[in-house]
């Protein structure tokens, strides 16, 4: 009998991620150009800062760095989100966390594929924010029946990705020559295609209802709209976009800078107007593509969201058409009753994080009981407390990333429609909670301390 050697779930992600890096770059220039400018930035910032640097290495954080990005689709049926959801499993990547954005103004909701455990995030994060088109928020009838009949017409698969899909779900796997062909198909449905679905005339009317609406109609399938690599700086990479020949969005999402930096901070290059074909000949243009770049910091608790959370919408009116460094001087004055120190953070409950021995721990820890609380162990220098990175995304941040890109109408009649159940009835699985990932790795790096201590301590009294 022989056995098949599966390739990892990691491995085919990896592949992936790097192959849909490469076409992008191929397809983007500019994503090219942006991606030599983070890996300068990450580097100076790196040397300028060898603690960083340390601590990064230390936490395993470096080897991802250099290989760390996400990117985003968009799709238009039931079907096309459910046969997504079974394409990201072959590669480890689940679906993580519920963002409504309706309540911005973008009649879309959505998840983030990605890998969930802590050996396969180390190897590779690879995420897509995967967002379905809610056709029920288009008020014209018309229109909605319009663009659902332009989308049960197409297939975004190719017969070899749904042949593929299903071996792994029989098996349990795919072996390298599988996975090769897996990685080919399957890029096939992210690829940009230049010649639209639609005439020019259907184009536009989908248009003067919502660009994004055109952007996931009109197409063969729901091109990679951007990839965002991960950078140590953002502020600086900001400031250097135009001079790399970049045209960056007015201002930075998220919380502003800070010694201890929390959940994530945003920031892209603008789209770029395209020339397509449509249907019966005729040229035309569409802007959708960018390049985005992130700076991801610790992952906040459910008391420190809300604090997050309450700040922003403090800040909101502030911060109403000011220029970037205005934004981020006005946000830093808000952000000032947000502690900025590890340890209040962690005291208070307000950031998440992940205990192991430390050298001297794995020595002595046996003298003192493994049973004292956490604190004392960290003051007594057994153990210490390192930031558990943010994983995912925020809804407003992702409506500002859309809204600079798709023009920035407002359609407040798409807010307050959150529907989780319909979307995830359309995934047909739950998605799962973000907070909840991060509790039970908290939790387990607490266990295990713990057990290492008392382990430690029987070996002692044994002895
Ligand atoms: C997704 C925008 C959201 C992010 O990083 O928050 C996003 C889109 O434009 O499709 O990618
Ligand atoms: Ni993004």
Redesign the pocket.
Known sequence: MTTTTFVSRDEIRHRFSTAMSAMYQSEVPQYEALLELVERVNRETLEKAPALAERFAEAGELKRLGVER?G???VGTAEELAMLRRLFAVMGMHPVGYYDLSEAGVPVH?TAFRPIDDASLARNPFRI?T?LLRLELIESAELRERAAAILVERDIFTRGTRELIALCEERGGLTDEQAERFVKEALETFRWHRDATVDLETYKALHAEHRLIADVVCFRGPHI??L?PRTLDIDDVQRRMPEAGMNPKAIIEGPPRRNCPILLR?TSFKALEERVCFAGDRQGTHTARFG?I?QRGVALTAKGRELYDRLLTASREQIQGLDNAAHQRVLAEVFSDFPDDEVVLRREGLAFFEYRLTAKGREEGAKRGADEGLETLIDQGLISARPITYED??PV??AG??QS?LGGGHHEIYAGNANRDAFEAALGATVTDELALYAAREKGSIERVHKRLSEREQLKLDG
């Open positions: 996400h985003a689709i968009r959505s924010f967002s709209n951007h965002t945003q985005e992130e995304f925020l941040s992702a990333i859309f890109n």
